[in-house]
């Protein structure tokens, strides 16, 4: 009887740890079709948003220019590209993002939340979160 408070609390302990962890840092993006590494993504705070910059390309990339990007970035080099903008931290996730596929050119809404220290869960969709994509991406030490 004694274990299930003390189990209780670690649970606690962990559960605020997790919450109190930022995404700061840089994550190894897995693609979730495909299951290949593809870049390494920094993500930092601006402002009081997150944004994320591809800082490598691994070897299951397939392409290093943003053919199919519009604008400005199209035909430019992925590596140094900021792919995820303006993320906001809500509690214990963080919404109101955008994400490029770079392989596509497509931008599409998304949101995130750290499942531990070193997996982030992201969703990208178009309209509601139920029409999209989730990855976990891994923190690189």
């Known amino acids: 009887m004694k274990s299930i408070p003390f189990s209780l609390i670690c649970f606690l302990l962990f ?4 919450n109190s962890q930022s995404i700061v840092g840089t994550w190894k ?6 299951n290949v590494e593809k870049s390494h ?6 402002n ?3 944004y994320g910059k591809v800082v490598k390309l691994l070897e299951g990339a397939t392409t290093s220019i943003c053919e199919d990007c519009e604008g400005d970035l199209k035909g430019k ?7 995820l903008k303006n993320l906001e931290k809500k509690d214990d996730y963080y919404e109101d993002g ?3 596929d770079p392989g596509t ?8 939340q750290l499942e531990s220290s070193d997996k ?22």
Do not use: H
């Open 41 to 46: 993504i920094e993500i930092y705070e601006d």
């Open 98 to 100: 955008e994400i490029l």
């Open 15 to 18: 559960s605020f740890n997790v």
């Open 29 to 34: 993006t897995i693609d979730d079709e495909e």
């Open 77 to 83: 080099p992925i590596t140094g590209m900021v792919v």
């Open 48 to 50: 009081g948003k997150y």
């Open 105 to 112: 050119g497509k931008v599409y809404s998304c949101w995130a």
């Open 120 to 141: 982030l869960k992201l969703r990208g969709f178009i309209g509601f979160s139920l029409l999209g994509r989730t990855q976990y991406w891994y923190r690189v030490q």
